[in-house]
């Protein structure tokens, strides 16, 4: 879906010699209410069905935020539980199509990303990143935990530094901290030369062989077929806890402040 007036939130995509690119746009640090997250599960999934598309780029407007996980402002407006575990479903739609997708998902951070936006960023196969890619958990601060993006963060980071970034949601970790724990492939100084290096391997992977991509792809998830029962269990405990008079509390706060 893409919406003409740039200062709304959208999320498009363009396919064009075998890259399939999708990007997303909000206005609030590229924040992801249920729209968008609903909008960028089905355009993956639409990417890696479609036979013309050999590699996949998830990338986000600006230079400032990739991503700054929920949109707070929606999370203010569920009222039960069902809502709430609707909501962050969104999150595991988006990470199954990823991972479910036969093809390579290169994720492009080019700033900040926060919460469940570094769920997308370690569901992708690789990352490239700017140096200004810094990144922390904050939910713990807001009432609830990362609960849904927990398998894939603990895939990619291991079980102890996944404890260091959720018991530190105040705490903004380097792109440099990112690289030396396997969230980010690689990080670059400018974002000129990220896009130089972007270009180099998206030549490579849609020259790839799909059998092989294909089958590599699953290999990498090998012990994670019951990510998505998982995600939903844990959408649950997220739907219930943002409930809690601590984050509603915590998040009114935040939006009178905005």
């Not at 100084?189 to 290096?197: A, G, K, P, Q, T």
Request: proline residues 3%; aromatic residues 8%; positive net charge.
């Amino acid at each position: 879906m893409e919406l003409k007036n740039a200062m709304k939130p959208y999320v498009k995509s363009k396919i064009l010699n075998g890259l399939g690119e999708i990007e997303f746009y909000h206005p609030k640090s590229n924040s992801l209410p249920a729209l968008l997250l609903n909008n960028l599960s089905e355009e993956i999934i639409k990417l890696g069905e479609e036979p013309s598309v050999k590699c996949i780029v998830l990338k986000s407007s600006g230079k400032k935020t990739f991503c700054a996980g929920a949109s707070f402002d929606e999370l203010l407006l569920i009222n039960n539980e069902n809502q709430g575990k609707d909501f962050f479903m969104g999150f595991a739609k988006v990470i199954a199509a990823i991972k479910n997708a036969p093809k390579i998902v290169v994720s492009v951070v080019q700033g900040k990303v926060v919460g469940g936006g570094l769920g997308l960023v370690c569901a992708s196969d690789y990352v490239l990143a700017h140096k200004s890619a810094d990144l922390k958990l904050s939910e713990l601060s807001i009432g609830i935990g990362p609960f849904v993006i927990a398998p894939v963060l603990q895939r990619k980071l291991g079980l102890a530094n996944f404890i260091n970034l959720s018991l530190n949601p105040k705490q903004w970790k380097s792109a440099t901290w990112g690289l030396d724990k396997g969230i980010y492939s690689e990080i670059f100084s400018s974002h000129e030369v990220l896009n130089i290096r972007l270009t180099e391997l998206v030549k490579d992977y849609v020259n790839y062989s799909p059998e092989a991509v294909q089958e590599i792809k699953f290999m990498f998830w090998d012990g994670f077929h019951e990510l998505e029962k998982d995600m939903e269990k844990r959408a649950a405990q997220s739907g219930r806890l943002v409930l809690s008079d601590y984050t509603v509390e915590v998040l009114k706060k935040i939006k009178f402040k905005e």
